[in-house]
């Protein structure tokens, strides 16, 4: 499985982005997928997850209100809708998918993409 982020850039503070995480290879053993962020000297953390039928998500509080999560099984892509952006969510954003019907950390992850929000 390969999993390619793109939509990551430069947005001022309150602005929107829309990432994208398009996957291919054997999608068929995909389940759970998630966004991942990691900003400079700070750990990995879960942004949000849902699982392959789309009926359950999961946030971390620091975007619930703010981002939306949501897939097109047809199309093998995730995306991430990111509103009212602030500059701590500055961080390489990162696309998970995994075998387990559930959210956790899977075994694919892709490049990452930039996100910088300025003030």
């Known amino acids: 499985v390969q999993l390619v982020e793109s939509g990551g850039g430069l947005v001022q503070a309150g602005g929107s982005l829309r990432l994208s995480c398009a996957a291919s290879?054997?999608?068929?053993?995909?389940?759970?997928m998630a966004w991942y962020r990691q900003a400079p000297g700070k750990e990995r953390e879960l942004v949000a997850g849902i699982t392959r039928g789309g009926d359950r998500t999961k946030y971390a509080d620091f975007v619930k209100g703010r981002f939306t999560i949501s897939r097109d099984n047809a199309k093998n892509t995730m995306y991430l809708q990111m509103n009212s952006l602030k500059p701590e969510d500055t961080a390489v954003y990162y696309c998970?998918?995994?075998?387990?019907?559930?959210?956790?950390?899977?075994?694919?992850w892709g490049q990452g993409t930039q996100v910088t929000v300025s003030s």
């Open positions: 998970n998918a995994g075998r387990s019907l559930v959210v956790v950390p899977g075994d694919y």
């Open positions: 290879g054997s999608t068929s053993v995909i389940n759970a």
